[in-house]
């Protein structure tokens, strides 16, 4: 096991409707990995445990939210850290879009 990779997003939504995003997001993440995967997922309070079964590695991460950022701590095994610097490209870029706020400013 490899040291874990994290990867903090900052956001301005708070932690609820980032939670919401996260949680109503997190079945796109197969469309992501090549060769498909098995995604598993619960929320802890605050921390969403996350499981991924692909190429038949695990890979484990915690997301943590918070009200300005959302913490991702990913563990890739030994055979996929030399990947991690495009796995952690994916994770910046498509979790940025998830969290982007599109209201314009404007609170609902």
Not at 32 to 42: L, M
């Amino acid at each position: 096991m490899t040291k874990p990779m994290i990867v903090d997003l900052p956001h301005k939504l708070g932690a609820e409707e980032a939670k919401r995003r996260i949680g109503g997001g997190i079945g796109q993440l197969r469309e992501y990995i090549p060769g498909g995967a098995e995604v598993q997922s619960a929320w802890d309070g605050d921390r969403m445990n996350l499981g991924i079964q692909a190429m038949g590695q695990q890979v484990s991460a915690k997301i943590d939210v918070r009200e300005t950022i959302v913490r991702l701590e990913v563990e890739l095994p030994a055979f996929l850290s030399f990947f991690g610097s495009k796995v952690e490209g994916l994770i910046r870029r498509h979790g940025t879009e998830l969290l982007e706020d599109k209201s314009g400013g404007r609170k609902a």
